[in-house]
């Protein structure tokens, strides 16, 4: 989670200060590293629950905080959206019952959410991204009230000079801007934890990174956002372009965006991984910190290296290297940042069970991976995974291999093989890698969840999918039956109150549209190919600014000869409009009562929908 008392670090009258403690914890982590005061045994592990906070209509819920004084408990802790919390577990040494153990843990605390949540109205939900989360959940009302969050807010988008644009093409397409780094908030991940041995690091971190793309391959769980298929793990592109600092030029911009999966294979030591990662990012925090970790590390006190953290917590690799400190020794451990949260903890815990079990299985064939594997074929394995799932293909060992046989044939005995050599209990391992063997026989979550919708979207119009999609993926996970034995959903899983009803969930989001400035007769033209009874009129700066309809389509087909000029010369300007947060109550009062039967839906002087009496 990081500090969170924080102040931006441009223009900072203590910038230099914060420069001096952050060169000094580089120095005190390369003498702890010469000294060989790194603990090295045990082994822990440990990981981080993200989970959404949805209403009793399965909407994203603002309550994060009243849930979370409620629980009372340092488990938890806040999250960039009022949508979401976390949870921090116990770290846990590599043996025996460990993953069962955690599970344990984990069942525990979302159970003490769950009913805590439960008196606020609110319910749980685990999954990458939330079907129902939707443009008007990323205003600024539903950025959590904490300076850490507003201050990076602030400090992106001074970087950024600009708006933060959104691009992800898939089977449909997103293509979208933003005033806030909210976007990240749509993201919710199961981060596991592996400690590892800092003497073999250049080995070690390189082997996480070859490993990645077949390891989320089957672990993907988030297909969708706002109603669109993008990739099998969409989380992968939107957090990457959600905290992008980078403003898009005429010149050709060589650096890497903050959250990335890396450019080279890691050489040297892990202070050299951070002196990489401060050469090419730049400080974006700083925090009221007058310790000195050299001194500490004289006075014989490990110190926390607090500048550094504070660094790291703002480059967000997808294999991201820690630091920390755990009984007064150092440690250095990686955080696996792509997993996704969800379906199910019995999922996660496989999930992490086999990432954890294929990095401790190493063969000696791949040790040194980095000589004996091009970076670009991790890179493209990675990506190939985040846009393709299961059906990816990836580059291992010389050939190209499907991700069911890769896994199957390779990883799934790498894992067993590197469990049992650090003691897990066989009933543990087979419990949990039995779980990925079926999911790679059946399905994984983002495969359920693209079969769920399209189901659903033959019978439901697009906000009631989603709803429902949302209200089966709750019941699949309190039944707690992991995902590859999950049924599609019936459509009755959730009843939509007609009483309730909002402008949003009927409204036509595709709708024709033509400019002012465009020829009448072509328009009208068009409206009868296509029998459609109404096209609103924007201009060029694509404000709603007039609507033409079927009784101006009537006109024209009696005298066709009066239609020459432009839309704007015939199209109705006295315009009656409604938001989408209004009630289809109140709206279908307003058409009856101005005797009309379209009704344009704005954001300000944005179209962004179209009801009718046919959608009523």
């Known amino acids: ?223 969708m956002l706002f109603g669109r298929e993008l990739w099998e793990e969409t989380r992968i592109a939107l957090f990457t ?108 815990i496989a999930n992490m069970m086999l990432w954890v079990g294929v990095m401790m299985g190493r063969p000696k064939k791949f040790n040194a991976i980095h000589t004996k594997m091009d970076f670009k074929d991790a890179k493209s394995n990675f990506f190939n995974a985040a846009r393709y799932g299961m059906a990816a293909q990836f580059y291992w060992d010389g050939q190209l291999i499907s991700s069911q046989q890769l896994l199957l044939d390779h990883f799934l005995p790498m894992a067993f093989n590197g469990l049992y050599s650090m003691g897990v209990a066989p009933k543990d391992a087979e419990h949990y890698l039995k779980i990925i063997e079926r999911r790679i026989a059946t399905q994984n979550g983002s495969r359920w969840t693209i079969k769920s919708y399209r189901k659903l979207r033959k019978e439901f119009k697009l906000p009631d999918a989603l709803t429902i999609l949302t209200a089966k993926m709750y019941q699949g996970q309190q039944k707690g039956y992991s995902v590859d034995a999950w049924e599609l959903p019936r459509g009755d899983e959730f009843v939509i109150d007609e009483n309730e009803r909002k402008v949003y969930q009927i409204m036509n989001v595709h709708t024709v549209t033509a400019q002012d400035s465009d020829s009448s007769e072509l328009v009208l033209k068009m409206m009868q190919w296509k029998n459609i009874h109404h096209v609103p009129i924007l201009n060029d700066d694509l404000d709603l600014v007039g609507l033409l309809t079927w009784t101006d389509l009537k006109a024209y087909l009696k005298n066709p000869d009066k239609f020459e000029g432009p839309i704007k010369d015939i199209m109705k300007t006295e315009l009656i409009t409604t938001t989408e947060e209004e009630s289809t109550k109140r709206a279908k009062v307003l058409m009856e009562s101005k005797g009309i039967n379209c009704l344009p839906v704005v954001q300000g002087k944005k179209l962004i929908g179209i009801i009718t009496t046919k959608n009523l």
């Open 241 to 348: 372009q959600s905290v992008d600092t980078r403003a898009s030029n005429f010149l050709l911009n060589e650096s890497e965006p903050r959250v990335n999966f890396g450019n080279s294979w890691a050489k040297g030591t892990v202070v050299d991984y951070f002196k990489d990662s401060i050469t090419g990012f730049r400080s974006l925090l700083t925090s009221n910190n007058d310790v000195d970790s050299l001194n500490e590390l004289k006075q014989g006190k490990m110190p926390k290296l607090k500048a550094l953290s504070l660094h790291n917590g703002t480059v967000y690799t997808w294999n991201r290297v820690c630091y920390g400190i755990t009984n007064g020794r150092p440690h250095i451990r990686i955080e696996n940042r792509y997993i996704p949260s969800g379906p199910t903890t019995e999922d996660e």
């Open 1 to 223: 989670m990081g500090e969170l008392q924080v102040e931006k670090l441009r223009n900072n009258p203590l910038k230099a200060k914060y420069i001096k403690q952050l060169l000094a914890d580089l120095v005190a982590l390369e003498q702890i590293q010469d000294k060989k005061m790194f603990e090295q045994s045990p082994i822990r592990i440990g990981a981080e629950q993200e989970f959404c906070l949805v209403d009793e209509s399965w909407q994203p819920s603002n309550k994060a905080l009243e849930v979370l004084k409620n629980i009372d408990d340092p488990h938890f802790t806040t999250e960039l959206a009022l949508y979401n919390l976390e949870i921090n577990l116990d770290p846990i040494p590599l043996s025996g019952n460990c993953f069962s153990e955690m599970h344990l843990q984990l069942d525990h605390l979302l159970a003490i959410a769950n009913k805590v949540a439960e008196e606020s109205a609110t319910k749980i939900i685990l999954c990458g991204i939330l079907p129902t989360i939707s443009k008007r959940h990323l205003n600024f009302e539903y950025l959590t009230p904490i300076p850490r969050y507003k201050i990076l807010n602030e400090v992106i988008k001074e970087i950024r000079n600009n708006d933060i644009e959104i691009h992800i093409k898939g089977v449909d397409e997103l293509n979208i801007r933003h005033d806030s780094v909210l976007f990240e908030g749509c993201n919710t991940s199961f981060q596991a934890h592996l400690q590892i041995d800092p003497y073999d690091f250049e080995d070690t971190y390189n082997w996480s990174q070859a490993i990645a793309g077949p390891i989320l391959s089957i672990c993907t769980n988030s297909p």
